[in-house]
C-alpha cells in the first residue's frame, strides 16, 4: 500500500533506521560512562594507589574482571567511531 510518495517498504526502513540510531546513541553513551570510570579508576589507581573497581567488586573477582574487559571495549568502541564518524564543520 502507498501513502503518497512514501510507500510501506519505505515507512519500515525508516523505523529501522530511527531505532538503529537511537540504539548506536545509546551505545555510545554507555561506552562514554564506562570510558569515564575507567579513566578515574586509573587516576585513583595512579594517585592513591586504590583501584576502586577492586574495593567494590572484589580483587580480581569476576564481576570486576567484567567490568574492566567492558571499559577496554568501550574504548576500543569509542576509538574506532571516532574514526569513522563523520566530522561535523
Do not use: C, H
Not at 55 to 77: C, E, N, Q, T
Amino acid at each position: 500500500m502507498t501513502y503518497g510518495i512514501i510507500n510501506k517498504g519505505s515507512i519500515i526502513i525508516i523505523f529501522f533506521k530511527l531505532i538503529i540510531k537511537i540504539t548506536m546513541k545509546t551505545l555510545k553513551i554507555i561506552a562514554l560512562v564506562l570510558v569515564i570510570v575507567g579513566g578515574l579508576n586509573w587516576g585513583l589507581v595512579g594517585l592513591f594507589n586504590f583501584d576502586l573497581v577492586a574495593a567494590i567488586f572484589g580483587a580480581m573477582s569476576a564481576i570486576s574482571r567484567i567490568v574492566y574487559i567492558l571499559v577496554g571495549l568501550s574504548a576500543v568502541y569509542l576509538a574506532f567511531a571516532s574514526l569513522v564518524e563523520p566530522k561535523v564543520q
